[in-house]
């Protein structure tokens, strides 16, 4: 029979031995009785029993061929019975997926017309084959456990965007997204599916029935007396949301879990399987008997000791086997049916792959009797059956199923030739291959047998009084360590099965990563080097089509099995090679980034893009790293960056138009688990264009570098005499010594470009479980503690309390299994000292970049994001589990990185504003802890001296609200009351951070820290601003703009919030500017304490008036201050009404942290500086027209006196008040008999926050100004109006222009002129400024 498979038109070698009757009767292989009775031994025949064995004649190799012909066509069905269609079903086989008609929205269907993914909102699909009497069954591989409706239809069903399977009258589904069955209504069946499930469909049109199973478990009878008769028939049909994925098994390939009674909708190929069954039985024989040609007899062996030594007699034997059996080795049900089973089955002793040459040797076998197409197809089904078997068997306790699909993966690749051939046209270009390397989480806890390897669970139960774990609680009971200690080995139990798993996955990667097996042409290193680069463009590159990217939690896996490979294979080298550093010491040289040898795509470099830095930086390559750029390349460059433009043009136009344009490529990474490359695009606006067969990829551009990445030998890489390979162009800077294989830089190079892409957001991702674990122990112990205090005379509420404890007990089972494994897969500590190597890698390789001068510009960005990033993740997300500080070397590399961030948050070479802000944001978030801040502290004064500069340019034009955010962060636990960690009011509240991107998150946590000023850093900045008058001047000018633009915008919009509370209509205030607001309040407060800090270092840039903006600074300090005081002071005050509204989103808006930063500059100015400095600052305060002694008097609670507007104030700051959870209050009603039941707010009240010593200032402070006011008040002489300055209207005209002779106060000039040189009048352009005083006779 011809085999359908593999390519049968070519011609096959024959391996039959002509019968020459020239030849003699004993061949001259053997005798020709021993070849008789081998021959007869290997090919038995049925009929004959072993008493005829004396009567049988001869068997040579003349005669074998026809003799197995008849022994194969025994029991063959007739031609007749062959082409008879069963009864019951409808329909052509083989049965695919109906992409020509059956299928309603976007669909991207894979080219075996088996799996699917959803390209639209609810996109559906059916099968080309219906079945109207009998019992249908049909599997299908969950590769995504999103909203789908997988089922059954008729013909008449008409889907759309909005239903689906299960939503029309005759279509019937099940959904165990969330877990439902479907038919028009809907109720609760069956459990929830999850990635790597496979989900049986049963039909019984005899009972009309429909019946689910889930891994082979019957999920019981979903739909009973289903419509049947004349006229109705039933589709495997199914409707999935965007970006999911499934695959269909008709009966392509065995079913997975067959039940009895139920036939598979395909017809299994009944006929092939008995030949290739007898076909490997007569293998079986072969390698099981030897011949003794010395005593004439046959020996019985065990076969796994089987040696393919080149003996005639049984390679022709084996031959006239392979002439049937290779054909069928092309069929994807046969190989996984029959091949793969052998295969298996020679493993399943047990022991080391190493221990079974056998596979070898059959591989071998392959290779040498059949073509190479068909060892070539015969391997990509047995790669794509393992792979499939991998992914979607279930988990059990000891991983059983998936070591030992891995391990026969291992005996395969194992085999050089074989491994190649794999690594070249399948593993990467076919395969997710990155499957092999992900160990799934379960879902389903119990089903997993995690009950049974972790009996007893155990959760955090001691929290502080922020709520957080307590790393080793002291009060634990006895019973609670026990528990504790019991679930920690329960944890090792299963922490020991999956690293048997991970050794596996490593020993595959240990293969491929092999660079000696050049017998057979390139080594299989270059080759995995060169497709895994092509594998990180598609990622990289596939951005914005979701679709196409690996998994990141694929991606997870993957990293930690390369790295711990990578790491061996660099550690065996140096070895060889002990002049070559060790893994630990690893970096990237910084010539990959510039020498054009390594393809980073279109990633941003450093100082932007690549084409535009080689045409700025062409003569500095040139110096530096004799490296020529040709002018031609500069121009073809700039054209390529156009082409480019333009196909993100068309990359952004509407799928449809795509799809008519051309078939849109697809990379393998869309694929759904029937893993076929090339896809179909299917969408109901295009069906005539897609019947006929196009071509599925996309023409690829022609560039230089490009090929030159898919096309490198082991020689472009490694290089060769004279030749630097890789690191082509080392600068002076670079030391002359070898590193390791440059093979193995450019991988270590591709896997932090992996740990960018898409690892570290699923780390981050995969940290909510362990949230999740902390809430509900939060809240069991909660309604613990509620049970405790229950009533006895309540049993209905204990009833509810205890219902609650139990839900919340069983979820933290369930929870506290599911952690384990997570623990134990994605943040165990081996995964956290990865995750360290990568982060020293990148310190060490930005160093070695900044080292070069002007050619840190070519450096990829990403180099910096994951330095941040896994020092992030090393700090948020594994140390729960692992502590940081038991890291080795993490002192020196946290300050390493210190000094990353403190030089390069404000390097000139890097322009890309993105990584700009994130540097600021890394360093902000670093001077949050007191450790992290210790390492800054660690790094040379020159660069500390720098950072600080860097910190205190003049806030115009950069973004300035994190660096005054750092500044803030160095003086908190130095201010007036800034003891805090939260604000008083703030504290029963949980900060909202889930959702941030990872360092917005980090920050967010950080301003919860407590707080850990840095003396040393504010000594730098005190030596900076009193040595450097004109930088002081700058920064404070800076300072205070931004204070007077940010606390403006802040009362404006409280404003609008106000008049919207007023209205009688119900209205709602937009979330945005809610933010906004409370973002410029928090501006506000941080520029004051800014300049609390810079008026407690440096008192003189304010109060010594030699310097020349002394005085007018100290004007404008006043006059803010004064206008924050009276605004947040002021008589029936807007600011107490919006704070009363207790508005979402305003939490942080009250009065404590405004006026108590307010207060530390005055106490700072007039209590602790020196006589002549308080008497000025007085003045200067008591001579501006805002100022309002009821004010100061305010702070203290004492302002009812001056005025009846004091009374009128909130409580909201108060400890007493009850957390933000309470109703909204409405505007506090501003009648005298409310206001004098409220009371004010006094810094006597916070106790907590305010020292006596600090109260005692306050009130010396108001003494002071209350006597000074007194005595200002006794000698202000009546001013006419003329003489007063026509610009504020509150001081005398002091100051007289030139050329323009014009007037004013000094103060108003001098703040004018730090801006603009123009006069206010007459927009002459001022040269000089006079002082003026009035003459005498006037």
Known sequence: MSSKGGGTALTRRNYRLASDTDKPKATGIVSEKLLSDYLHHVFPSTKQGPALASLRKPLGFQDLGAHLERLLSEGEPTEDSKDQPIEGRLGPQPVVLDHTSGFEGLLFVDDDLLGVIGHSNFSSIRATTCVYKGKWAYEVLISSQGLMQIGWCTLNCRFNQEEGVGDTPDSYAYDGNRVRKWNVTTTNYGKSWAAGDIVSCLIDLDEGTITFCLNGQSLGTAFTNIKMGPGIAYFPAISLSFKESVAFNFGSRPLRYPVDGYLPLQNPP????????????????????????????????????????GEPTVLITLAHIFNHFAPLMCKVYLVEDVLMNFLLGILEGGGSVDEHPLIQQLLDLFWLLMEDYEVNECLKQLMMSLLRAYRFSPIIPDLGFQIHYLRLTTAILRHEKSRKYLLSNVLFDVLRSVVFFYIKTPLRVKEAGLEELIPTTWWPTHFDKEGKDEREPKDESADERLRRRAYERGCQRLKKRIEVVEELQVQILRLLL?????????ASRYIFLNKFRKFLQENASNRGHPTALCPPEYMVCFLHRLITAVRACWDEGKRKNPGSINSEEAYVPPQLFYNGKVDYFDLQRLGGLLSHLKKTLKDDLASKANIIIDPAEIQATSMDDLDEDEESGAAQRPFGAAAMGGALARPSWLSSPTLGRANRFLSTAAVSLMTPRRPLTQPEKVKVRTLAVEQRTEEDIEGSHGNDGLLLGRPLEEPDQPIADKSLLEIVDGIVMMYNLSVHQQLGKMVVVSDDVHEYAVALKDTEEKIARCPARRPDILEELQKSQKVFAEKLNHLSRRLAWINATIYSK???????????????????????????????????NVAMNAYSALKNYFSPANSMEELPGYE??????????????????????????SLMQALASYVCYPQSLRAVERIPEEQRVAMMRNLLAPYEQRPWAQTNWILVRLWRGCGFGYRYTRLPHLLKTKPEDANLPSLQRDLSIASFQKPCPSLLLQRHMAELLSMDKDMAASFLNSVLNQLNWAFSEFIGMIQEIQQAAERPERNFVDTRQLKVCATCFDLSVSLLRVLEMTVTLVPEIFLDWSRPSAELLLRRLAQLLNQVLNRVTAEKNLFDRVVNLRLPGLESVDHYPILVAVTGILVRILVDGDRQGTSRAASVLLSDPCFQLHSIQHLLGEGGESSTSSAVLTSSALPVVGSLGSSVAPPIPSTSGTSSERKHFSLHAYTDYISEEEKQKVELMLAFLTEESKQAAASTAPTSEEDLCPICYAHSISAIFKPCSHKSCKACINQHLMNNKDCFFCKATITGVEDYSKPANS
């Not at 399987?273 to 019985?300: C, P, R, W, Y």
């Not at 092999?514 to 390139?522: C, F």
């Not at 001068?853 to 990829?860: D, V, Y």
Request: charged share 25%; aromatic share 8%; with cysteine.
């Open 270 to 309: 009944t006929a092939d399987l008995t030949k290739a069954h007898k076909l490997l039985g007569f293998i079986k024989n072969v390698l099981s008997t030897a011949m003794d040609t010395q005593e004439e007899k046959l020996i019985e062996k065990d076969c796994a000791g089987w040696r393919l030594h």
């Open 830 to 864: 081996e995964k956290m000292l990865d995750v360290y190597w990568l982060l020293c890698v990148c310190i060490r390789t930005i160093e070695h970049a900044d080292n070069t001068g002007s050619l840190f510009a070519f450096a990829p960005e990403f180099y910096l």
């Open 514 to 522: 092999n660079n000696k097996d050049k017998t057979t042409g390139e």
């Open 892 to 917: 020196e590399n946290l300050a390493q990185l210190a000094a990353i961030l403190a030089k390069h948050f404000a390097d000139p070479r890097i322009v890309g504003t993105d990584i700009k802000d």
